[in-house]
């Protein structure tokens, strides 16, 4: 347990001190002076008592550092784990997501209602859409029972049980909660995650289960870049993701007998010498695999699932060079304190960069999409939205309406009440017209007084109805300066002849034909002769 620098350091200056005697020694014998022997005498008192000063002052020291970089590698280790986890995270969110979105459509509840063969083909394109989105591997209903309804598996995948009644994620659902379960699928060599969740009746009742399986390779090969050891280990303690390769199904933790002929049976070929003694819940120093490392452990979405990562520290330079820092006094001392202090401080200057970088990322990104006066999504955003609706709506053939509107005599109001109380009526009209809108819908500032609104899923007459009731809500609000604020719209459906251009033209004549027909009112736009033509 003593400190090897400690000892290093008093066998240096043992020796130092010796050959100093001797010289003195040497020295008393030439000199033969009374005073002089007395003198020298006297500094080896004060020498013996400085060099134990600072024997003693570099082992605190030594220690001091110690501690620092033992923080450091804790700190780390615990940003390169929260690094980890919010990559899985990311990955499973979006199948937990498209999963609710899944069990909560009417089709869906309808053809486990005993809907009719309309709605069983509107839940079966409704799960085709979401294993496709969401890179699932297979997606399936299930009734109560465990029995299968509907199912779609890509080309290779296997085909699911005909009753999972027994899986727990189908028993959490059942029990009305979001149902996450891991499982490693030895034929493929790939970590699979299952998202299940209750699908509920009108009367709220549950009546299925609606589950998606998303492979997670994407995420195994991502993080086989990362530069420190990181291990995906199941509820036994067995590794089956790792940036080690060697390490693959090799237990963390001794395993059972029993334990470990089953996992074999599962896994096939197991590496059944553990690189541990005992099993770490969360986060020490200990020795792995022969080797001193700080290990950290986090379990995910609430399971015995965890993800491991190890943090190998090496013999602290500082330390290592703190015997001939001794040797050599206070000079080398302060070399000492000053490496040790520019590298923590150079730690903290980089993390301190990582989050301005981190930010100013954040901030660009908003401010490249964002109108600045209203918040509001600008026209960068709006033409993406806008192509990425109109292909969905091609490739599903859902309807889809684009609105455009403005400001009854804008110019009035700020030549009346000023250009800042026409900014303050901008702000409050978009924040009007956002909270009257689905969260499924954009609404952008087209440019000065005028607004678009692109609705996925809505047909030109329903579009119709939606603006004219903006329109009447519009024109009953109260706003500060102007009080009364009125507003034209103009409405066009996508037809397949439709541009991006050819789209946003006939809802600005629809607008036109809006502000020549006497201002706040709708007008919906007419095929034109192309669209017309494309349809025969």
């Given at each position: 347990g003593l400190p090897i620098q400690l000892v290093r350091g008093f066998?240096?200056?043992?020796?130092?001190?010796?050959?100093?005697?001797?010289?003195?020694?040497?020295l008393i014998l030439k000199v033969s002076n009374e005073r002089y022997t007395a003198y020298l005498r006297q500094q080896f008192t004060w020498t013996l008592v400085a060099m134990t000063i600072i024997l003693v002052g570099g082992w605190i020291l030594t220690e001091f550092l110690g501690e620092i970089y033992k923080q450091n590698a804790q700190m780390t280790a615990r940003a390169d784990i929260d690094l980890i986890a919010s990559h899985l995270d990311g990955e499973t969110a979006s199948l937990e997501a498209m999963v609710k979105s899944l069990a909560g459509a009417p089709s869906v509840q309808s053809t486990l209602a005993g809907g009719s063969s309309e709605d069983t083909a509107r839940a079966k394109s409704m799960l085709d859409l979401d294993v496709d989105v969401s890179g699932a591997k297979r997606g399936t209903i299930f009734d109560r029972s465990g029995r299968i309804v509907m199912s779609f598996e890509r080309e290779g995948t296997k085909p699911a049980p005909q009753n999972i009644g027994s899986e727990p994620y189908f028993k959490t659902s059942l029990a009305g909660e979001l149902g996450r379960h891991f499982a490693f699928d030895a034929v493929a060599k790939e970590l699979d995650f299952y998202a299940s969740y209750p699908i509920r009746d009108k009367a709220g009742g549950i009546i299925g289960v609606a589950v998606l399986k998303k492979?997670?390779?994407?995420?195994?090969?991502?993080?086989r870049e990362f530069d420190r050891p990181y291990f995906f280990i199941d509820p036994n303690g067995v590794i089956v993701l790792t940036n080690q390769p060697k390490m693959l199904f090799r237990p963390f933790w001794p395993l059972a007998s029993d334990t470990a002929a089953t996992v074999a049976a599962e896994l096939g070929t197991l590496n059944n010498r553990p690189?541990?003694?005992r099993e770490i819940e969360d986060a020490t120093w200990t020795?792995?695999?022969?080797?001193?490392d700080y290990l950290r452990r986090r379990f995910v979405h609430a399971s015995q699932w965890?993800?491991?990562?190890?943090?190998?520290?090496?013999?602290?330079?500082?330390?290592?060079?703190?015997g001939i820092v001794i040797t050599f006094l206070t000079a080398i001392m302060a070399l000492i304190y000053l490496f040790g202090k520019e590298r923590w401080m150079r730690d903290r200057v980089e993390m301190d960069k990582r989050?301005?970088?981190?930010?100013?990322?954040?901030?660009?990104?908003?401010?490249?999409t964002t109108d600045p006066l209203t918040g509001l999504s600008n026209r960068l955003q709006f033409d993406q939205a806008l192509a990425n609706e109109m292909l969905r709506a091609e490739r599903y053939e859902t309807p889809l309406s684009l609105v455009l509107y403005d400001i009854d005599h804008f110019k009035d109001i700020n030549d009346t009440f000023g250009h800042q109380t026409g900014d303050k009526v901008l702000i409050d009209l978009s924040q009007f017209v956002a909270a009257r809108i689905r969260s499924t819908d954009l609404i952008a500032r087209w440019g000065g007084e005028e607004f678009v609104l692109v609705l996925p899923g809505t047909t030109g007459a329903l579009a119709y109805l939606a603006s004219e009731k903006l329109r009447n809500d519009i024109?009953?609000?109260?706003?500060?300066?102007?009080?009364?604020?009125?507003?034209s719209f103009g409405v066009a459906q996508f037809t397949e002849?439709?541009?991006a251009e050819s789209f946003i033209n006939r809802a600005d004549a629809a607008l036109y034909q809006a502000k020549v027909g006497g201002r706040n009112r709708v007008e919906l736009a007419q095929k034109s002769t192309a669209e017309e033509g494309f349809a025969m």
């Open positions: 066998l240096a200056c043992a020796i130092a001190l010796l050959i100093w005697v001797i010289w003195g020694h040497q492979s997670l390779k994407g995420f195994d090969a991502d993080l690189l541990m003694k020795a792995v695999d022969g080797a001193h965890s993800l491991v990562i190890l943090n190998p520290t090496q013999e602290i330079f500082a330390s290592r060079v703190l989050l301005e970088l981190q930010k100013l990322a954040r901030d660009l990104k908003f401010q490249a024109e009953r609000a109260v706003f500060d300066g102007p009080q009364r604020v009125t507003c002849a439709d541009t």
